[in-house]
């Protein structure tokens, strides 16, 4: 059992563990709350997560999420599912891990005042590829992607984007993208790995589809929101998600 | 008057994480943001009260904002800073055992710099990683150094020296005086640890300004250019930091 003080420690240093995580953008893994904090008392995680939450809510504003599970699951011929498949008598072992998202009401919000330094960029891009993503029946191959890539004009040492090979990795890296290699068909072509792109856990609790749409309506311009949305869950053969 | 804590506050705190360390007049502006965003009334009167504000809710959290001077230019600057009294566990989180270690040395070795320079040049801490175990290589370590430089804890200075930053200062004050008892200065004027400034020419004595705090004392009336302790000509020019000979 831990005592009132022990308890206290815990708590906070989960509090700091999550707020440095999502400075990072990186994902606060059940794994490390046990290993870097609770160490020898593991049974206190309930405990210590709901008192660490009610203070991030209270001070900060903002409230430990879990990060959903990723899609890959379902996915037909990937890895990952070939490999559920063979597993199919064990239950699957997923790592829970969390972010941090926010609470402050839409209104109150003040996005100018948090400097983005070279964030900003970054994330333009990242709502492109999710779009690209979401209207292609939430699934994107690596192909195709390169081939949007292509017609934007984004090569790879793009003057504001830099790297784009790079920025994928770190969108994948942060959990806004969720890459997936696939099995290859051919085994002539096996030298070549192929991938798809899904919408990553973060992207999902931080960016809702709703916010998507009204970004491809700000870049499309004179279309009303209700029949372009209607539009895209035709052509992408998706019903959208409205949280 | 922002009497209860509020979104006002979360929203000032929210942007505050991201920067740790910004000026008083930056501190000024987000506050009226943080104000109009909630319409909240804003006063520049209830600045004050409203970091005390935030403060009696962060040392829940084992945070507080504390207020000091860039030593480099003087100015007025807010942190958000840890509190508890583990001062190597709270690195814990953001660096691995290593990279700690690593820091840890760099720290030491800015510290302990001969002729109070209190700081490394970059050869000199790239060497430390091989010598750690396991071994951080120097292009891992030069890595890692820029992640201390953009993380806030050093500042690294265009001749390509490594030294503390008003962060590292502030958050570390207590680990410092502790471990580096012999070697930590403290200004003569506001008592805050100086690691840049000007000293007084005679050898033992003890006298240290930061350079805002010299120029406050001597701009006095009638403070004389003399060393507030032993009283021998005050000449500026003998240095603390990089620049000490």
Redesign the interface.
Known sequence: MLTEEEFE?KV??V???A??S??RRTPMRREDILK?VLVNHPRAYNQVMEAADT?LR?????TIAELPTKERKNVIGSTAARRAAANKDKPTTYVKSYMLK?I??QE???P????W?NDEPAMGLLMVILSLILVHGRVLTDDQLKHYFRRLYLTEDHEVFGNISEAVNTFVKQGYLDRVKLASSDSSQSDKDHYEYYCGPRAKVEIKESSMIGFIQTILGGVSLENLSKQIERASGTELRDE | MTSAYG?TH??????S???RIFSETAAEE?YR??C???SVEHDTEDFDDFMAALND??H???MEFRKSHDEENGDTVWALV?T?GDEVA?L???YSPNEIAFFKRILELIVTADAEAFSVSSISALREGPLLKPQITKTAAEELLQKFVDDKWLIRSSSGRYSLSTRAILELQGLLKEEFEDYILECTLCYEIVTKGQRCKTANCKARFHNHCAEVYYNRSNNNKACPVCSTEWTGKHLIGEKAK
Do not use: P
């Open positions: 420690r906070k240093d509090v700091r563990l707020l440095c999502e400075l870097k203070r209270e001070v900060f504003g903002m926010n402050i009401a109150h919000r003040q100018e005042m948090i400097n330094k | 979104d979360r929203l000032f705190l929210q942007a994480i991201a920067e987000m943001k943080a109009e965003a909630t809710r962060l829940r959290v084992d840890n508890n709270k814990a989180t953001e």
